[in-house]
């Protein structure tokens, strides 16, 4: 059902070299809207090349990027950002020094009204209402808005991630690893969030390798081989012939 | 559920550095009432006033320095050479305005050579300033000729005499300083980056945070008030000397950190560099009073350094097990 609607990303003819080592070849992408997407591959698959493309870290060599329908071109991941592309990274790009406030509003924390405007001062209780009701919305229970996030355990700190990029209303979302620091409860716990991302309209695109995970939180698998995109797995649930067909594709 | 919350900000009050540090400051205050007569007298806190007022000037600088991840060790030399150039353009026969501006200008030039070296050029922040802190400390012997400059205008000596109601002028531009970045730093959009920066680079970066302008403008600020404690020193000594402003660094440093700064970046406030500073003075004015030798001073103050730390590793230690 997901294939009938336009693609909210979709990639055509992408190529990049790092000198003589081909990177990505031609490969074309597409992700719909509100589709939870794996993108597979063996280390050096060119797996991470995408995705920095997609996430506005470096330019491809060749072809054509186009969101929500219309071709863009992003010169940095700030502008990426801006149009609606969020990267949570293995390491959450978390400030471990940092309370939950400034973790959620990092780089753009919002300045009082009035005199307060003038002279940049913070505005604490409105950022605190706003936190507070993004982490409810999410079912997020944190005890200390106020308590640096290294002292939170490894699940409570990607519900911080995630809890950022549902404030700041992205429509997509890279997840590079997500479950790689993770135990068996905190994995589940996390399919659980991002489903809540689906529900809240958002598109993501997890980039994961462990195959019986895939399976169990994934719609559809991308698979990469050698810098070529070598085949498409509409995952139908958890079952054999689907994980067959991935590990045939991956071989 | 409200005694939760009460006790939570009463944990967080004990483990904050200021609270901890004006309590222990009140500790020896009382301590050295009952040591020396000639403690809690007036003159004697105006003394210790004076004593921190350069001192109070470059930790504003030096705090957003260390908040934001780097160091700067040429504090010292570029206080010594500014003071250095202050009295030789007094001596060329520019009258006070022309000659602070010089030396202003001149601090800026030295913060900006810093700034690009390390935040554009991207040396290390602990090479780059040892760098400029021996060329700027030779530059001073050169310019000085070795001998002290003491063609200063009473008028602009005159400054350092004077008080507002009550607090030494010297003192005066010290507060204000602190004041203002205190509250800029801790509540400011824009300065609180520097508490990103400082906390993860990469991160700051992925935020959209111009970690590059933030670090270079840190340099600048942390010279230009340098170049303050300089105009305030040769205001208060009528001269400036070739050694002027040695060993600066390592002892402004050294209250910084006692004052909740870490050296890996991200933490510290200017408050608590600030009493950090008043804790090493205090210590000193002590042992002064009652009758040790000034060569014992470093040792005091070395070991107060080292057990603040300490007291952070084992705190650490806790989080972390």
Redesign the interface.
């Known amino acids: 059902m997901v294939e009938q609607c336009n693609p909210i990303l979709e990639m055509k003819g992408i190529s990049k070299y790092f000198g003589h080592v081909v990177a990505l070849e031609q490969v074309d992408f597409e992700l719909f809207p509100n589709e939870i997407l794996a993108l597979l591959g063996d280390n050096g698959a060119g797996k991470s090349t995408l995705v920095k493309i997609i996430s506005g870290i470096y330019p491809p060599d060749s072809g054509t990027i186009r969101l929500y329908g219309k071709e863009v071109q992003f010169k940095s ?2 502008e990426a ?1 801006r149009m609606g592309i969020e ?1 949570i ?1 293995q ?1 959450l ?6 309370d939950v406030l ?1 973790n959620i509003f ?6 009082k009204k009035g005199l307060g405007k003038l ?4 505005d604490k209780k409105y950022m605190y209402q706003e936190a507070e009701k993004t982490l409810t919305k999410l079912g997020i229970d944190i005890d ?1 808005y ?1 308590s640096p996030v ?2 939170f355990s490894g699940g409570q700190r990607q519900s911080i991630a995630i809890a950022k990029t549902i404030y700041w209303g992205h429509k997509i979302v890279i997840m590079d690893e997500p479950t790689a620091a993770l135990g068996v409860r905190e994995a589940n716990r996390l399919f659980d969030l991002i489903r809540d991302l689906k529900k809240q309209g958002v598109s993501v695109i997890l980039i994961m390798h462990n195959i019986e995970q895939v399976l169990q939180i994934a719609e559809r698998a991308i698979v990469l081989k050698r810098g070529r995109r070598v085949g498409t797995k509409v995952i139908t649930g958890y079952e054999d012939s689907c994980y067959d067909e991935i590990i045939r594709l991956l071989m | 559920m409200e005694t939760i919350k009460a006790r939570l900000s009463l944990q967080r009050l004990a483990h904050s550095r200021e609270v901890v540090l004006l309590i222990t400051l009140g500790v020896i205050a009382l301590a050295a009432s009952i040591l020396s007569p000639y403690f809690f007298n007036a003159m004697n806190f105006t003394n210790i006033l004076i004593a921190v007022s350069l001192d109070t000037v470059i930790i504003v600088g030096m705090t957003m320095v260390l908040v934001g991840g780097g160091i700067d060790l040429s504090v010292g030399s570029t206080l010594g050479f500014c003071a250095t150039i202050l009295a030789r353009s007094f001596g060329a026969g520019f009258g006070s305005p022309v000659a602070i501006v010089i030396a202003l200008v001149c601090g800026i030039a030295i913060g900006v050579i810093n700034g690009l070296l390390i935040a554009y050029v991207g040396i290390d922040p602990l090479i780059t300033t040892l760098g400029t802190m021996t060329i700027w400390r030779s530059a001073t012997y050169i310019t000085a000729g070795g001998n002290p400059l003491s063609d200063i205008p009473v008028s602009f000596k005159a400054f350092a005499q004077g008080n507002l109601l009550g607090i030494p002028n010297l003192f005066v531009i010290g507060l204000i300083s602190i004041v203002v970045f205190d509250i800029l730093l801790k509540s400011n959009t824009f300065f609180r980056k520097y508490y990103f920066v400082g906390g993860s680079e990469k991160s700051a970066f992925r935020a959209g945070i111009k970690v590059k302008w933030l670090k270079f403008l840190s340099y600048v600020i942390t010279a230009v008030c340098s170049a303050v404690a300089a105009v305030l020193l040769v205001s208060r000594m009528g001269s400036a000397f070739p050694h002027s402003g040695l060993g600066t660094e390592m002892r402004v440093i050294s209250a910084c950190v006692i004052g909740g700064c870490s050296v890996v970046g991200g933490k510290g406030t200017i408050l608590g560099s600030f009493l950090g500073v008043v804790l090493l003075a205090l210590i000193n004015n002590i042992l002064v009073l009652i009758g040790i030798k000034a060569e014992w001073q470093g040792v005091v103050s070395g070991m107060i350094l080292i057990l603040a730390v300490l007291s952070d590793a084992i705190m650490l230690r806790r989080e972390q097990w």
């Open positions: 991941p700030d950002r990267t990274y390491d790009a978390l400030f471990d020094n940092l400034a990092a780089g753009k924390e919002v300045s002279l940049g001062i913070i200390s106020y290294k002292e």
